[in-house]
């Protein structure tokens, strides 16, 4: 598709057509103002935000207000606007929920109740509406809980769950794409399905017998209340009708099928397959929990920039990156501070070089731009969520979210994927920008790891507006498609541990053309006189709150 003429006031943005690409032109202001960010800042960004003094910037801690603090006076230094409900903040109220007391036993002939074990063999996890719940009821199987009628798929046809738990194993069927999958399979839509067919419990088991571990969940679960202390979001559960989520491993998956006369080998080869496994498990489930509750306050730090055209400055661009991390945990050699410099004090840094790149642009794009740094990312995407539900500007406004987390800036930038963007007309701009970067794109080159659905970008979508999050290719410097035999190790090492400081290895100069290319595709959609839309058909043009 050819794209439309951009010819904005004073800036001079033109997209011509030669026989290869689609070449985009920018004045030499926007290009001087894209040159103003350099590694040098990107990297003092980074270290203050990473440094041990903010303590891992948890929500709810002064580290966290002390990244607030920086955030907000960097935008009010380069003429952002506040945007939040209260100048630059708006707050998100957050429970966390950890159980004081849980047990789970299964009542049958094949498994010693007295074998199942909390925290090891099972983790039930604790309620954060109900502080004492007991329940007991049958275990029915019901694949990968998934009803999509529209893919001609459903694990709850011809079962009946109404006042039972429903065992439910993640994935989807192997023809689903892997951005539906991760969505039609995450927590919180396992559990809305469960609740709409009658369940009042799910238990998740994993159908990976190497899996050693379960999801440390120690530190507590946590979801958004209102200002009457109800729950108004959450990635785990989703009403007060589920009594309780459990997950297990694949030696209780086993048991379980074993006992009602099924091979675990054959039910998964068959669900891969598209056709659903579901059948009672000849089983009771009795569960006991007594949770205890811890409310705080944290805040997402939001600022605008006004378009320059009469009517389209009343719609946003939107650039997001989350601004908190793990805070202080478990000890890796020696460090117990869980900086997050690659995640994600690296995307704040790239928004705030976006925000500079912005500010030195004389006549600004049509349409405004929002820039909204996000709590909670690491709890469940709580801070989006809560900004999608209750936005500080309308929400049919924002016409499309650039995200920026964990950028993993370890080498040089020569191809990028845009996570989301092949579901909407984003992908148009993208193609622009990486064209005039000299970056190529590529489909996600991990596609398994659902990373569509796994970042502040989904609560955008899951509101109904086109997103997309950039993220490193395969292309590495010699030419060759090595970049995972890059990632892996770091990703080992480094993800999710104190090693994640401004010590580990970065590559300053990738974060300056990761913050450029941002800017630009931002840019461009601010530019454009048509709002991006999802694209006819899609799956997740269906897809909203």
């Given amino acids: 598709?050819?794209?439309?003429?951009?010819?904005?006031?004073?800036?001079?943005?033109?997209?011509?057509?030669?026989?290869?690409?689609?070449?985009?032109?920018?004045?030499?202001?926007?290009?001087?103002?894209?040159?103003?960010?350099?590694?040098?800042?990107?990297?003092?960004?980074?270290?203050?935000?990473?440094?041990?003094?903010?303590?891992?910037?948890?929500?709810?801690?002064?580290?966290?207000?002390?990244?607030?603090?920086?955030?907000?006076?960097?935008?009010?230094?380069?003429?952002?606007?506040?945007?939040g409900d209260k100048g630059y903040l708006q707050t998100v109220k957050l429970r966390r929920a950890t159980a004081s007391g849980a047990s789970l036993t299964i009542g049958y002939d094949a498994l010693n109740p007295s074998s199942v074990r909390n925290g090891n063999d099972v983790n039930v996890y604790p309620n954060p509406v109900n502080p004492e719940v007991k329940a007991s009821a049958p275990l029915v199987f019901a694949g990968y809980g998934v009803t999509q009628p529209a893919l001609n798929y459903d694990d709850y046809a011809g079962i009946d769950v109404k006042g039972k738990v429903v065992v439910v194993t993640r994935g989807a069927p192997d023809s689903f794409q892997s951005a539906v999958a991760a969505h039609v399979g995450s927590t919180v839509n396992i559990m809305k399905n469960a609740a709409e067919h009658g369940a009042i419990g799910v238990m998740l088991v994993s159908a990976d017998s190497t899996l050693k571990t379960l999801t440390n969940i120690s530190r507590g679960v946590y979801c958004v209340l209102d200002k009457n202390n109800k729950l108004i979001l959450s990635r785990v559960y989703y009403s007060d009708q589920i009594k309780f989520l459990a997950?297990?491993?694949?030696?209780?998956?086993?048991?379980?099928?074993?006992?009602?006369?099924?091979?675990?080998?054959?039910?998964?080869?068959?669900?891969?397959?598209?056709?659903?496994?579901?059948?009672?498990?000849?089983?009771?489930?009795?569960?006991?929990?007594?949770?205890?509750?811890?409310?705080?306050?944290?805040?997402?730090?939001?600022?605008?920039?006004?378009?320059?055209?009469?009517?389209?400055?009343?719609?946003?661009?939107?650039?997001?990156?989350?601004?908190?991390?793990?805070?202080?945990?478990?000890?890796?050699?020696?460090?117990s501070i869980y900086n997050g410099a690659q995640d994600n004090a690296a995307g704040v840094a790239s928004l705030l070089g976006i925000a500079k790149m912005y500010s030195k642009i004389t006549v600004k794009p049509?349409?405004?731009?929002?820039?909204?740094?996000?709590?909670?990312?690491?709890?469940?995407?709580?801070?989006?969520?809560?900004?999608?539900?209750?936005?500080?500007?309308?929400?049919?406004?924002?016409?499309?979210?650039?995200?920026?987390?964990?950028?993993?800036?370890?080498?040089?930038l020569l191809s990028i994927t845009a996570l989301g963007a092949e579901h909407s007309s984003l992908i148009n701009q993208v193609n622009q920008a990486a064209a005039y970067m000299d970056i190529v794109v590529e489909p996600d080159p991990e596609p398994k790891q659902a990373r569509f659905t796994?970042?502040?970008?989904?609560?955008?979508?899951?509101?109904?507006?086109?997103?997309?999050?950039?993220?490193?290719?395969?292309?590495?410097?010699?030419?060759?498609?090595?970049?995972?035999?890059?990632?892996?190790?770091?990703?080992?090492?480094?993800?999710?541990?104190?090693?994640?400081?401004?010590?580990?290895?970065?590559?300053?100069n990738a974060a300056q053309k990761h913050s450029q290319l941002n800017f630009l595709i931002g840019y461009l959609v601010a530019q454009d006189k048509t709002a991006p839309t999802w694209n006819a058909g899609d799956f997740f043009e269906a897809v909203k709150k």
């Fill in 1 to 83: 598709m050819i794209p439309r003429l951009l010819y904005p006031i004073a800036l001079t943005l033109i997209i011509t057509q030669t026989a290869k690409a689609q070449v985009v032109q920018l004045s030499p202001e926007v290009k001087s103002a894209m040159e103003q960010v350099s590694p040098d800042e990107l990297k003092a960004d980074i270290a203050y935000l990473a440094d041990d003094k903010l303590l891992g910037r948890m929500p709810g801690t002064p580290g966290y207000q002390m990244a607030v603090d920086y955030v907000t006076s960097k935008l009010k230094a380069l003429g952002v606007k506040p945007a």
């Fill in 247 to 335: 997950s297990a491993k694949y030696t209780m998956f086993n048991f379980l099928c074993h006992n009602a006369g099924k091979d675990v080998e054959a039910v998964m080869a068959q669900l891969k397959k598209g056709k659903p496994q579901s059948f009672a498990l000849n089983s009771t489930v009795n569960v006991n929990i007594n949770s205890v509750y811890e409310t705080f306050k944290s805040y997402n730090v939001i600022g605008k920039i006004e378009g320059s055209d009469p009517v389209l400055r009343k719609q946003y661009m939107v650039h997001s990156a989350h601004l908190d991390h793990l805070g202080v945990g478990e000890t890796v050699a020696g460090d």
């Fill in 366 to 412: 049509k349409r405004s731009i929002l820039m909204v740094f996000v709590t909670a990312e690491e709890m469940g995407d709580l801070g989006s969520g809560y900004f999608a539900l209750h936005p500080t500007v309308p929400i049919k406004s924002m016409v499309a979210n650039v995200n920026v987390d964990q950028p993993t800036l370890i080498a040089p």
């Fill in 454 to 508: 796994r970042s502040d970008q989904y609560s955008f979508v899951l509101a109904g507006i086109p997103a997309l999050n950039i993220k490193y290719g395969s292309v590495t410097a010699d030419g060759k498609k090595g970049m995972n035999a890059l990632v892996a190790p770091w990703r080992d090492k480094y993800y999710h541990k104190p090693q994640d400081d401004i010590n580990g290895p970065f590559d300053f």
